[in-house]
């Protein structure tokens, strides 16, 4: 099975008409520099938002920068360290003087494969630091920002994963994590009176370096190739058989961005191709 991660191409985008979708406001994306992070980046700029990218990996975020100018996009790209708050706030204070911040899609995220017994805690407090500490602050620096711009609204995505529903074995801080970014769009909704919106989106497996990069351990781990753990593990329990690409996941963070998903208040956008719910 194909697992590599696929090109974006334009006739793939979703591009909608929204007011709201205008270079005047700025749409922050972490985990720019490759696979859902850069797909969305490239779909906000392609949807005609000033879209600032933040990621660690300069040269593959200028990459991104540079695919979403090629589209006929506005972007540029901040190297962030999203394990170091006062990287963070440069990046929010830099994104703020070039409009409106309204929306943020915190999608950085990384993955390490081993039991809660032999997990390493310095990798556990890096995850939950990456993963979940950095979208929350991103968002408390970012809502002052939402309610001061145009109508006061604003709209957050924290990208979730099918482990957000169900947990494997072996990635037990990736669904704390993940359970963690649903809780966190909740409670920012319980506090937006629906005009600063959050939801989760949560996709099962994507076409993307980091699914890439796990197989080999889960394969050490569960006693089995490669080949049978992209088949019997990633997709044995999705009636699609076929991992999605990053453009579709970035495209229904654009959906819930845009004002067709004004009730998408606090909740989850599950694309799992079955998975969860058809056991």
Same mark, same amino acid.
């Given at each position: ?15 909608l ?10 749409? !922050?994306? @972490?985990?720019? %520099? ?6 969305? $980046? *490239?779909?906000? /700029? #392609? ?9 660690i ?15 006929g996009?506005?972007?540029?790209f !901040?190297? @962030?360290?999203? %394990? ?6 440069? $990046? *929010?204070?830099? /994104? #703020? ?24 805690m ?11 500490r ?81 197989i ?38 654009i959906?819930?961005?845009?004002r ?19 056991y």
């Open positions: 099975m194909d697992v590599t991660e696929p090109t974006i191409r334009r006739e793939d985008i979703l591009v008409l929204d007011d709201d979708f205008n270079p005047n406001n700025v749409c !922050i994306v @972490t985990g720019a %520099a490759g696979g859902i992070g850069r797909a969305t $980046a *490239v779909a906000a /700029a #392609a949807n005609n938002l000033m879209t600032v990218g933040l990621d990996n300069e040269d593959e975020g200028r990459r991104t920068l540079q695919m979403a100018r090629d589209m996009g506005q972007m540029i !901040i190297r @962030t360290d999203l %394990a170091r708050d006062d990287e963070i706030e440069h $990046a *929010v204070n830099e /994104a #703020a003087k070039l409009g409106a911040i309204k929306y943020l899609a915190n999608i950085a995220g990384m993955q390490h494969i081993d039991s809660v017994e032999n997990f390493p310095e990798k556990y407090d890096f995850m939950q630091r990456v993963m979940l950095a979208p929350f602050l991103l968002s408390k620096l970012c809502i002052p920002h939402m309610k001061r711009s145009s109508g006061g609204t604003g709209v957050i995505c924290n990208m979730a994963s099918v482990h957000a529903h169900i947990c494997t074995l072996n990635k037990p801080v990736y669904n704390i994590t993940k359970f963690g970014l649903r809780a966190l769009s909740q409670s920012i909704s319980a506090e937006g009176d629906g005009k600063v919106r959050s939801f989760s989106v949560s996709p099962a497996y994507v076409k993307t370096g980091l699914v890439l990069g796990q080999p351990a889960q394969a050490a781990q569960r006693g089995i190739t490669e080949e049978e753990v992209v088949r019997d593990v990633m997709m044995g329990k999705s009636r699609v058989k076929e991992m999605m690409s990053p453009i579709d996941v970035g495209n229904l963070v959906f819930g961005f845009s067709y998903a004004k009730y998408l208040v606090g909740g989850d956008l599950l694309f799992d191709g079955g998975m969860v719910l058809t």
